[in-house]
């Protein structure tokens, strides 16, 4: 008889797989260690770390401790007590909730946990790499004392991916600063070495923290609640400019998180007020009810999916935008705001009035006038968004429609088709892994130079799945897996079209929709790359994209 092929993995080799996807390096070790302490409630935690966190990662905090009876449960998978029903993890109020991040930590390194929960006695559990964890009574205060030693030393594939302990260092330290500043009411406190290198006491503000933490003066603090979201945050002031993205960071319910879209939400926020290569200082919390979030997409739980993407979008841009529209106000003799180019534009102010029946009117009496030819965009104004679907844009004695929707298709299809430049696309830091069915795979495989220049890149990644490390910029606000499957559905469907038939799929698919709420800034951008276009006024499929009604027949309605 056939001996089993397929073997079921032991957990001592499932959970250093495992291992791989929750710590990369030793700073998403002390950012779990830290989460872990404030979800029990600590207020104060210090940080001991020795050779970039290569021998040691010692973490110590003053929260409410593990029973004595959960303690060998803390190194299981799985084993957590933040949820009991899978419903829980969308309701989850805390920091982590998958349960497996001290399992995995204890399984690459010398590992141990010391816990007392008032009033038992405490005690540690101790498990060396590759050997049965021991337990022994411990003296230690109530709370939790995290080390973990020798990290990957036995594991020297991991190990050769680390970079030198002085850059560990530094992407521990600036992970501590900033979770410090977000985290403003713990103390918290860092050693290299055996050298202290990092202090902070309670603060009662995120500013006072920021001030304290990075010196920074000159910026102020904001405050928004509008029930279901709630910001709190310090802003640079536009003449704080830095070089680097570093000074933004987001966090969502006190989790610090990378986000594309918030991302964006602030840099467009300041997009007039500093200069483009410049990047403005934006320490953001923002608070929202956690039935509207799923923080379990990943293992290091560095990412989070909102319900409501674009309501996140804006409730930060137009926070932000009118807290520096304040600013301007209020500063209106200091000279270093009023310098910089200020165009005043409130989207939620502008509620064009537009009937319908004016509509029909002018549509019979064919005054609106295709337009046909025109050579720069340069001197368009955007002004407005009307019905969520046309751009309102005015030039000398005209006002322009445009179909936002259609002009955006127009311009990808022409950056598809031409393939002069690659259309943006957005580098996913954490790529994504997705199994797929076989004659996917094939067809991926085969059309792999067309999507590049839709914005997928991929790799194979086992025979039915692929690792996916760059989307087209268009899907990154939405149920990302969800979108690429049904996109690659619908392309397998077009693929018996030439590529022309997937650059007209990709475009009408990419392309913003009707509906879309748009920034000033991104009408500027389309309507400024949709008259780069060779035939800005036609869609692919023939449909018009643009007309234009005179100053003159407006005047005209008003008896002028
Ligand atoms: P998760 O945080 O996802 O639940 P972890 O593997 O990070 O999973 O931790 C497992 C469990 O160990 C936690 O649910 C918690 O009960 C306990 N635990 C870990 N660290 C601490 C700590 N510093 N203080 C109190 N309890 C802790
Ligand atoms: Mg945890």
């Known amino acids: 008889m056939a001996v089993n092929e397929i073997i079921q993995l032991p957990d001592s080799i499932a959970d250093k797989i495992a291992a791989g996807e929750v710590i990369e390096r030793p700073y998403n070790i002390v950012k779990e260690l830290l989460e872990n302490s404030v979800d029990a409630y600590a207020v104060r935690i210090t940080i001991e770390i020795e ?5 040691l990662i010692k973490v110590t905090d003053n929260g409410k401790g593990i029973l004595p009876e959960d303690l060998p449960l803390t190194i299981q998978r799985y084993a957590t007590s933040k949820i009991r029903h899978f419903e829980d993890i969308y309701s989850i109020k805390t920091f982590g909730f998958r349960g497996e991040a001290l399992a995995a930590i204890s399984s690459v390194c010398d590992f141990s946990i010391a816990s007392r929960r008032e009033p038992f006695d405490g005690y540690i559990l101790i498990k060396n790499f590759n050997s049965e964890p021991i337990i022994k009574p411990s003296n230690i205060p109530k709370g939790t004392i995290v080390e973990v030693k020798n990290l990957f030393s036995k594991i020297p594939v991991r190990k050769k991916f680390l970079k030198s302990s002085s850059s560990e260092f530094k992407e521990i330290i600036k992970f501590i600063k900033s979770f410090a500043a977000i985290n403003y009411k713990i103390d918290i406190s860092c050693t290299k070495d055996g050298i202290k290198v990092f202090e902070s006491l309670k603060k009662d503000s995120m500013l006072e923290r920021v001030m304290d933490i990075f010196g920074e003066t000159a910026c102020f603090p904001i405050n928004y609640s509008d029930g279901n979201i709630s910001i709190d945050a310090v802003l640079g002031r536009p003449d704080n400019q830095k070089f680097r993205k570093d000074y933004i960071i987001i966090s969502v319910n006190n989790r610090i998180v990378k986000d594309y879209s918030i991302t964006q939400a602030i840099l467009q926020a300041y997009s007039r007020l500093i200069p483009e290569n410049r990047f403005p200082l934006a320490f953001i919390n923002i608070q929202i009810s956690d039935d509207t979030l799923d923080v379990n997409i990943h293992p290091t739980k560095t990412t989070v999916r909102f319900m409501q993407p674009q309501q996140i979008f804006n409730v930060v841009y137009n926070s932000i935008k009118n ?11 200091a000279i270093s705001i009023d310098d910089f180019p200020i165009r005043d534009f409130n989207e939620e102010q502008y509620k064009p009035v537009f009937d319908i029946t004016n509509y029909a009117e002018i549509n019979d009496n064919k005054i609106e006038e295709p337009v046909t030819e025109y050579n720069t965009s340069n001197e368009f104004t955007v002004v407005g968004q009307l019905f969520k679907t046309v751009i309102l844009c005015e030039k000398g004695d005209e006002l322009y429609f445009i179909d936002q929707h259609i002009a955006h298709e127009r311009v990808l ?27 996917e795979i094939e067809f991926l495989d085969k059309n792999r130079l067309i999507l590049r220049k839709f914005g997928f890149e991929f790799e194979l990644f086992s025979k039915d799945s692929i690792k996916i490390t760059a989307i087209p910029s268009s899907i990154m606000q939405k149920d990302i897996e969800n979108e690429i499957k049904k996109l690659i559905a619908e392309l397998m469907e077009n693929s018996n079209k030439n590529n022309d038939g997937l650059a007209l799929t990709m475009s009408c698919r990419n392309a913003v929709k009707s509906g879309d709420y748009l920034t000033k800034f991104e009408m500027e951008e389309l309507v400024r790359n949709l008259f780069k276009t060779s035939n800005p006024y036609t869609c692919p499929h023939g449909r018009p994209i643009i007309f234009k009604i005179t100053k003159d027949f407006i005047y005209n309605k008003f008896q002028r």
Not at 51 to 55: E, F, Q
Not at 413 to 435: A, M, N, Q, R
């Open 413 to 439: 299809y022409e950056l598809y088709t031409t393939g002069e430049k690659l259309p943006p696309s957005f580098v996913l830091f954490e790529p994504i892994l997705l199994t797929l069915e076989l004659d």
């Open 323 to 333: 807290s520096l529209n304040n600013l301007k106000l209020e500063t209106k003799d």
């Open 51 to 55: 050779d970039g966190g290569l021998s």
